[in-house]
C-alpha cells in the first residue's frame, strides 16, 4: 500500500485533518490502512481532486487527398475530478483543459504536391466526461469529450507561400472522444485511440476564397489520433 500512499500524496496533504493510516506495522508486516483512501475521503467531503498529465499524440488525416501522419505535443492536460450525484455510485465527474502547441506538418497534397502548414489546436470549452479510479492497481478509466477547433497558418506550397491568411480554422470544433484506461503512475505512460471527422474550412485565402480548397485537402470522417499521456500528478496541490 506504501506506493498508493506515494500516488496520492499530494491528496493526502488536502486531507491532512482526516486520519488515513494507522500507526507504522511491526517490521515485516503490512500497515494497517482504514476503509477510505485518501480519495475517497477528499471526494467524499466535496474537495475536488487535480489531476494533470504530460499529453503527446499522433494524427493521421484520413482525406485521400492528403493522407498523411502529423505529431502533436507536447502539451498538457490539467483537470479536476470530483464527487456528481447525478452519476452512477463510483463514476466520478471529469473536467479539464487541453493545451497544446502549434504542431508543425509536411502532406504530399494530391499524392504529388509537397505541402508545409503550421497547426493550431484550439480547445473551445471545458474537456467533459467521466472517470472511475482504481487506487489499488493505480489506473483510471475515463471517457471524456474535447471539441477543439482547428485552424491552419504559413501554409506553402512547394515551398511558396499559399496565401490562407491567420483566420483559417475550421467551421465548428472537431470533436474528439478520448476514453481508455489511465496509469497514475508518474511518469507512466497510457495510450487512447481516437476516430474523430474534421469539419469543413471557414476564413481560408486573402486574395481567393481558399475554403473548398482546405476543405477538400483535409475536412471528413475517420481521421485517427492516438494519444500518450504520462501521469504529473493526482492530487496536485497546484498545477
Given amino acids: 500500500m506504501r506506493k498508493i500512499v506515494s500516488v496520492v500524496a499530494g491528496i493526502a496533504i488536502v486531507v491532512a485533518v482526516v486520519p488515513v493510516l494507522s500507526a507504522s506495522a511491526a517490521p515485516g508486516q503490512r500497515p494497517a490502512v482504514a476503509k477510505a483512501s485518501p480519495a475517497r475521503v477528499a471526494l467524499q467531503q466535496g474537495i475536488a481532486l487535480k489531476v494533470s498529465f504530460h499529453v503527446n499524440g499522433t494524427t493521421t488525416i ?31 465527474r471529469l473536467e479539464g483543459d487541453l493545451t497544446l502547441p502549434p504542431s508543425q506538418g509536411y502532406f504530399i497534397a494530391f499524392g504529388f504536391m509537397p505541402v ?25 478509466h475515463v471517457d471524456m469529450t474535447i471539441p477543439l477547433r482547428i485552424g491552419a497558418r504559413g501554409a506553402k506550397q512547394d515551398g511558396v ?75 496536485c496541490l497546484d498545477y
Avoid at 487527398?65 to 463514476?91: A, K, Q, V, Y
Avoid at 508545409?116 to 493505480?138: H, S, V
Avoid at 505512460?189 to 485565402?205: R, W
Avoid at 477538400?216 to 492530487?235: D, F, Q, Y
Fill in 116 to 140: 508545409t502548414t503550421t497547426t493550431e489546436f484550439t480547445q473551445q470549452r471545458k474537456a467533459r466526461g467521466t472517470a472511475t479510479l482504481d487506487l489499488l492497481n493505480q489506473t483510471s
Fill in 161 to 235: 507561400p499559399l496565401a490562407i491568411g491567420k483566420n483559417c480554422t475550421t467551421a465548428s470544433p472537431a470533436v474528439i472522444r478520448m476514453a481508455g484506461d489511465v496509469s497514475l503512475v508518474p511518469g507512466e505512460e497510457s495510450v487512447l485511440e481516437s476516430t474523430y471527422p474534421i469539419p469543413p474550412f471557414t476564413g481560408c485565402g486573402t486574395k481567393e476564397d481558399l475554403d473548398p480548397l482546405l476543405t477538400g485537402l483535409v475536412s471528413g470522417p475517420e481521421n485517427e489520433l492516438v494519444t500518450r499521456l504520462k501521469m504529473r500528478c493526482i492530487g
Fill in 62 to 92: 484520413a482525406n485521400p487527398n492528403l493522407r498523411s501522419d502529423m505529431d502533436i505535443g507536447p502539451g498538457r492536460f490539467d483537470g479536476e475530478i470530483s464527487e456528481d450525484p447525478s452519476l452512477p455510485p463510483g463514476t466520478l
